[in-house]
């Protein structure tokens, strides 16, 4: 795997000023520093730098520092051709300091934009992220989401800005993994040699909501809207449980952002829990149910008087939509040790979406 180098452009000279507005301190200089790189970008790299800084020429005191850099390169992804940019302008619009009041998000430090590529400093976060997280952990970034996405579907207008997502999310997912999926499951539903592990029942069972896809795509689109994350996921949020006032959850990596659905987040986080994060699946429906009961209270804190029911029934709507054929293709392209966590959560989504169906 290639790990990219921090740009040689990076030296002590440029980062004083960035130090020196990160660190509050107009006089700081940096006595040392070091950097690497977390290799999880989607759009581009992302560096971590950090260090001691002296106060100034006159006071010897020092304080340790930190500061993350994201080199965005200009890419597109399928059918999303703003989504290199789009973090960079969630913050140059303001947005995101709308956002901040509910979810807390980095501050940014400094940007630099260039032809092709946007550089971000940005506050270096902590907290309980990834394979770290529990139920409870979970319930803090669910009721934050909620009192973050409240206020829209309680009346304030939505942003209307060009590059946000599409409304379409939801049916360009679906094509991109059900495409390539439907062969493999249509031979192994039909008794063929199979092209995946998947039982046979269930290989017909995925088979038969992706004849049902737009049906259940209409249903999505119907769903009240707000703005959503879009990569609401156990890597992208920092939940500090100890916090007393404001926000408990950090959320990263605002690139996929857009106008979607009630409870539109709250699946994508809930599935990739327990597609990638190793979430028991024996316990997925009490994480659902505790994930859905901290959002709807995150959301009738910020004024929406909407059914809970909706909430629940949207989950059961797009979820599965969105993540079945998801699952199945990674059950034909992926390492054989996962089949029984593919073969779980895709038993899983499919009653949900009989559930939804109902």
């Known amino acids: 795997m290639h790990v990219p180098s921090l740009p040689e452009c990076v030296d002590t000279e440029l980062l004083v000023p960035l130090v020196r507005a990160e660190t509050c301190l107009p006089q700081a200089e940096i006595a040392d520093w070091r950097s690497h790189t977390v290799d999880d970008g989607t759009v581009g790299d992302i560096y971590v730098l950090e260090g001691t800084a002296q106060h100034s020429p006159s006071d010897a005191r020092v304080t340790e520092w930190s500061l993350v850099l994201k080199v965005q390169r200009q890419w597109a992804r399928p059918g999303d051709p703003e989504c290199w940019r789009r973090e960079f302008l969630m913050y140059d619009s303001g947005l995101l300091a709308d956002v901040a009041d509910a979810l807390a998000v980095p501050r940014l430090v400094q940007a630099d934009t260039r032809d092709d590529e946007i550089w971000l400093w940005m506050e270096h976060v902590h907290g309980v992220t990834g394979g770290d997280m529990a139920t409870d952990h979970y319930r803090h970034a669910a009721a934050d989401l909620g009192r973050m996405q409240g206020p829209y579907l309680a009346g304030r207008e939505l942003p209307a800005y060009a590059w946000l997502s599409s409304r379409r999310w939801a049916s360009t997912a679906v094509g991109l993994w059900g495409t390539p999926a439907y062969h493999g499951l249509w031979r192994n539903g039909e008794g063929e040699e199979a092209a995946t ?59 996929c952002a857009g106008i979607g659905t009630i409870a539109e987040d709250i699946g994508d986080m809930v599935a990739e829990a327990l597609v990638y994060f190793s979430f028991p699946t024996e316990d997925a429906d009490d994480l659902a149910g505790a994930a859905l009961e901290a959002y709807a209270s995150g959301l009738r804190e910020a004024g929406w008087t909407g059914d809970a029911a909706l909430v629940r029934k ?43 169906c109902a």
């Open 197 to 255: 592990g998947l039982p046979r029942d269930l290989s017909r069972d995925t088979l038969r909501l992706w004849e049902r896809r737009n049906v259940l795509l209409d249903a999505v689109d119907a769903l009240p809207r707000t703005l959503c994350h879009r990569d609401y996921h156990a890597d992208n949020v920092f939940v500090r449980p100890d916090v007393a006032n404001g926000p408990t959850t950090i959320a990263l990596d605002w690139d």
């Open 314 to 356: 949207a989950f059961a709507t797009i979820m599965p939509t969105q993540w079945s054929l998801r699952v199945a293709r990674l059950a034909q392209i992926d390492d054989i040790a996962l089949m029984p966590r593919y073969i779980a959560v895709l038993r899983y989504l499919l009653a949900l979406a009989a559930e939804a």
